[in-house]
């Protein structure tokens, strides 16, 4: 475990460094394996909470959105997070739910839990629909081979009938 007491930092900014394995509810459809992360930085007293600047690196092993392939992803992020007392939290009916809410962390008691913070930054820096290339090529909506790996036995499609299942597809 790796835990931070908050007010170590009151009196003077606090540096942090560690390497965290997030909790395995970091992985999930498109992230397949989280390795070790390296997280580090500086918690600062402000008025109103703390700032927690840093950064996090490390591999991530995700799910093509497209050909269903694994690759892995460097992860290198930069980390702002205000962390505010809970009692400073807006209420229920005034939270609006959006990625950059998550930049502000509310805490209960004053302890950070560097591998949770790893885990909710990792979850931020996935791209919605990951892909392993650009250039990716997808599956055949026929036979589901991967033409990345080369084209596929089907008869090549003469008709349009599935231009519109790959578009579904790609739309997942
Ligand atoms: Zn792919
Ligand atoms: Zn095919």
Redesign the pocket.
Known sequence: MHLIDLTCADTQPLEFSGRVRPASETCSDDVVRVGELLIGGVVERTSRGYQLSGRLEGEVVLR?A??L?EFSLRLAEPLGIELLPLSAAPREDEIRLGREELEVLFFESPTLDLAAIAGEQVQLAVPMKP???DG?KGLCARCGKSL?EGACECVPQTDDRWAPLSQWRDNQ
């Open positions: 093509c497209r050909c392939g892909l392993c290339g990716c990345n």
